[in-house]
């Protein structure tokens, strides 16, 4: 199984704030790499996919970016409705593995 | 837009077997293109992947979990279904069921239930 390691496991910012997560493959999975955001008592929504496209209906503020092993989901300016658990989770082959999340919280 | 509901018991009693569906509206499970799969949450934890199923019946089961999962569909009714054996405490967790479509260069969970939450004990 491919393994993903996110850091940190959580985070606490203020609105406006540039936010970096990282994300590490213990193999390399090129760029099948997705960013999921979970909000308590919802499902997870995707955000980013391929490693750096943003999923329709997600806001610019959102970007990706990394290959091989090392990926990065970046929050350019932290708004209000992005606290949340962030999770990154690869594609490149099965079983399908998941990060064990990062929680942004309120400073 | 396709959507997906989780229906089943909410509790089940340590070692039997844990039994959800997962109804597709507005999609055919048989048109093709996606994996049917189910995904795991322990309260406060991560996700685990289960395993998923395409419309003609092939799965793919988890390795950590495959000695007690079953993954079936029923195309007439436009629904999948997960069977979890022999369950214990540490299957407690809210089980989604999800659509992973193929796209350019990934492969993406882009629509999911509600969540189902499913409690083992006695």
């Known amino acids: 199984d491919i393994q993903m390691t996110q850091s940190p496991s959580s985070l606490s910012a203020s609105v406006g704030d540039r936010v970096t997560i990282t994300c590490r493959a213990s193999q390399s999975i090129s760029s099948y790499l997705n960013w999921y955001q979970q909000k308590p008592g919802k499902a997870p929504k995707l955000l980013i996919y391929a490693a750096s496209s943003l999923q329709s209906g997600v806001p610019s503020r959102f970007s990706g970016s990394g290959s091989g092993t090392d990926f990065t989901l970046t929050v350019s300016s932290l708004q209000p409705e992005d606290f949340a658990t962030y999770y990154c989770q690869q594609s490149h082959s099965t079983p399908r593995t998941f990060g064990q999340g990062t929680k942004v919280e309120i400073k | 837009q396709v959507q997906l509901q989780e229906s089943g018991p909410g509790l089940v009693k340590p070692s039997q077997t844990l039994s959800l569906t997962c109804t597709v509206s507005g999609g055919s499970i048989s048109s093709g293109g996606h994996y049917w799969s189910w995904i795991r949450q322990h309260p406060g934890k991560g996700l685990e992947w289960i395993g998923y199923i395409y419309y003609s019946g092939n799965t793919y089961y988890n390795p950590s979990l495959k000695s007690r999962v079953t993954i079936s569909v029923d195309t007439s009714k436009n629904q999948f279904s997960l069977r979890l054996s022999s369950v214990t405490a540490a299957d407690t967790a809210v089980y989604y069921c999800?659509?992973?479509?193929?796209?350019?260069?990934?492969?993406?969970?882009?629509?999911w239930g509600q969540g189902s939450l499913v409690t083992v004990s006695s």
């Open positions: 999800v659509r992973e479509q193929s796209i350019v260069a990934s492969d993406i969970f882009d629509s």
